[in-house]
């Protein structure tokens, strides 16, 4: 059985730091790229990051660009993305997932249950 959770979420003031963490068993881990998506209220699902399972390729959206860092440690099946200079716009549930390298959502086949992270203004 393949299980995916992520940790790390929380409230933070605009222009703070959190690291989230994506801890995934079951599964070749280094053989799967691991992606990060998040969902506000009332918006669609939106790619945020991705890593090849080597960890030599990475994608980021634009808006992210320079803030957030993603990197990954497969001796211990763990994805991160370090998430710096907050805005209240990052306010969103923040899903791991497990599948091809890809911005696409529909690449990805094994996914959390999300973290929530809410940055006030």
């Known amino acids: 059985q393949v299980l995916v959770a992520e940790s790390g979420g929380g409230l933070v003031q605009a222009g703070g730091s959190l690291r989230l963490s994506c801890a995934a068993s079951?599964?070749?881990?280094?053989?799967?790229?691991l992606g990060w998506f998040r969902q506000a209220p009332g918006k669609e699902r939106e790619f945020v990051a991705t890593?090849?399972?080597?960890?030599?390729?990475?994608a980021y959206k634009d808006s992210v660009k320079g803030r957030f860092t993603i990197s990954r440690d497969n001796a211990k099946n763990v994805v991160y993305l370090q998430m710096n200079s907050l805005k209240p716009d990052d306010t969103a549930l923040y899903h791991c997932a497990a599948g091809a390298y890809s911005v696409s959502a529909s690449r990805y086949t094994y996914w959390g249950q999300g973290t929530q992270v809410t940055v006030s203004s």
């Open positions: 079951g599964l070749a881990f280094g053989n799967h790229a």
């Open positions: 890593i090849s399972g080597d960890g030599y390729l990475m």
